[in-house]
């Protein structure tokens, strides 16, 4: 059984920062791992993919440069690193890891990814 725990969400002024970690317990390995975040009324979106065993990683243009993506060397706990946060970044924030090995191909899809956590939240005020 894959469980994925999302912490670190909060609230913080616009051009703050806050780190989340998703915690991942049943499986040491994933081909894919990945943030998405879903603002109210909104579909879910892509934010951040590392894929490739962790030689690479993607980003949305609207976080590139901001938000950092990483992973601890026993791929068990995923980070997000938020910076110079903006109201638009306002959402619940979810972790997710793919497991096929077609998870690295499309790493912007939600398809690609079996495993989700419930979501932190992350607000941004002005």
């Known amino acids: 059984q894959v469980q994925l725990v999302e912490s670190g969400g909060g609230s913080v002024q616009a051009g703050g920062s806050l780190r989340l970690s998703c915690t991942i317990s049943?499986?040491?390995?994933?081909?894919?791992m990945a943030w998405f975040r879903q603002a109210p009324g909104k579909e879910r979106e892509f934010v951040a993919a590392?894929?490739?065993?962790?030689?690479?990683?993607r980003y949305d243009d609207s976080v590139k440069g901001r938000f950092t993506i990483s992973r601890d060397n026993a791929k068990i706990t995923l980070f997000l690193q938020m910076n110079t946060l903006k109201p638009e970044d306002t959402a619940v924030y979810f972790c997710?890891?793919?497991?096929?090995?077609?998870?690295?191909?499309?790493?912007?899809?939600?398809?690609?990814?079996?495993?989700w956590g419930q979501g932190t939240q992350v607000t941004v005020s002005s």
């Open positions: 049943g499986r040491t390995f994933s081909n894919a």
């Open positions: 590392i894929v490739g065993n962790g030689r690479s990683t």
């Open positions: 997710a890891v793919g497991l096929r090995s077609d998870s690295n191909a499309y790493p912007f899809s939600r398809a690609s990814y079996d495993y």
